[in-house]
């Protein structure tokens, strides 16, 4: 989640999650239906039933589906549910699906962090920049003096030492010196154009590998998958 661009507080137990929330005013919880010391549809029920709480969106998480707990989940007012072993689109598409970003926008896209040197052509020139972010409709990409709104671009991105995936874009959006640098960094927003379908596949595992690739060789528990 924090690769995908969000900020994480993880709790250990249902109680830490009513502490936490409490303080941190979260845009989102998601609950594991098999918390310890108090379960979460206990702590879903809590939440739904404190008036400064009770609007934020709660996703509940379990291994497998049951009739009779989602109904109650469900009748809490639970915003939606994940099975684990969870598939990395899902998990964004469910998130997003319940969270509302600038103006009213949902995001559409698989989004990872990326930090990572990019080839950026425009008008025959070439140079290299640093990337921020990459997701399967664009990219941002770091520069003091972005290319005018409506530039056309090409972008070069090595996905491993055996593929260079070229992309082309046009820049949609700038952010200046003086903006919200804290949040996101001086550059431009460049969407990707005319994305052909192995170029659009290769895109989405290059990110859901950025994403968690070493979490899926890793994890012990099967809980993330592609």
Known sequence: ????????????????????????????????????????????????????LSKIPVIMVTVEFDDTVDEKCVGLGCSGYLFKPVRINKLRETIEGNLVF????????????LHKRVALTHNGKVQECYAVSLSTGGIYIRQKEPLPTGSKVDISIDINDENTLNLKGTVIYQKGLYGDVIKIAPGMGIEFIDVNPNESSLLKTYITKLLAGDILSEQDETVITE
């Open 1 to 52: 989640l924090q690769r995908m661009g969000f900020d994480v507080i993880a709790a250990d137990d249902g109680k830490d999650v009513l502490k936490l929330i409490k303080i941190a005013m979260p845009d989102l919880v998601m609950l594991d239906i098999a918390l310890p010391v108090v379960d979460g549809v206990k702590v879903l029920s809590l939440i739904k039933s404190d008036e400064q």
């Open 102 to 113: 600038g103006r009213d926008k949902r995001r559409k896209h698989l989004r990872s962090l």
